[in-house]
């Protein structure tokens, strides 16, 4: 693994809309954690993406992490699709009070965001995010 600047982990089917938590903490855990437990010694950066924004509690997972780790997302898909630019600010508000008091988030809507979105619904996110909420 030499002259690897990063190392991209892309779990498709550990999404909590995907799997249980059970199934997951007996199949997708022990092989998440051989991977990571693989690269982590080579100090090789580690991008691990999980598809799926229900379900994720980002301030569990940024206790459970710690200011070490950077997390993504959390801005729902639909949110940016169907609400208000005010209710996409608030929604942004409180993932940035959950998981970026420290920095470590980077607020975006999902995997992609499909072209059903309004731009000012988009802009609304960006700009809350830029200015800390």
């Known amino acids: 693994m030499r ?3 990063l190392f991209f982990i892309s779990d ?3 999404s909590g809309g995907v799997i249980s938590k059970r199934y997951w903490e007996a199949w997708g855990k022990p ?4 991977l990571v437990n693989l690269v982590k010694p080579t100090g090789i950066k580690t991008i691990m993406h999980v598809c799926g924004d229900n379900g994720v509690d980002f ?3 940024w206790k459970l992490l710690g200011p070490r780790y950077c997390l ?3 801005a729902r898909t639909s949110l940016l699709a ?4 005010e ?7 409180e993932v940035i009070d959950k998981a970026g008091r420290d920095g470590g988030l980077v607020v ?10 309004l731009p000012e619904y988009i802009q609304a996110m960006v700009e809350t995010a830029k200015t800390g909420g």
């Open 82 to 85: 169907m609400d208000s630019p």
């Open 59 to 61: 301030e569990a997972a």
């Open 3 to 5: 002259n690897v600047p």
């Open 72 to 74: 993504r997302g959390n």
């Open 87 to 93: 209710e996409v600010k608030e929604a942004t508000r």
């Open 31 to 34: 092989l998440t954690s051989s």
């Open 108 to 117: 975006c809507g999902g995997c992609i965001i499909p072209d059903i979105c």
């Open 12 to 14: 498709l089917s550990s």
